[in-house]
């Protein structure tokens, strides 16, 4: 019965510990594909001369975090 107990509280602990780090992992990526890797991706855009692609890109972000700002 205390084994019981044991295994259904270590799954508790541990399932809101995975919980946790998947949402840690989540906010990480989002963080990253911000700040490194959109702005290279713009620049690689530009520097291939793909301004007609990359201005629009541009501005649907800015759009887009301005209006999340509003929020």
């Not at 084994?3 to 989002?30: D, E, H, N």
Request: aromatic share 8%; proline share 3%.
């Amino acid at each position: 019965m205390l084994s019981l107990l044991f295994v259904i509280l270590m799954i508790a602990v541990f399932g809101k510990m995975i919980g946790f780090a998947i949402r840690a992992t989540w906010g990480l990526s989002k963080v990253i594909v911000t700040l490194v890797l959109l702005p290279l991706f713009l620049i690689g855009l530009v520097l291939r001369g793909l301004l007609s692609i990359a201005f629009p890109v541009l501005m649907i972000v800015g759009v887009i975090v301005l209006l999340k700002l509003c929020d």
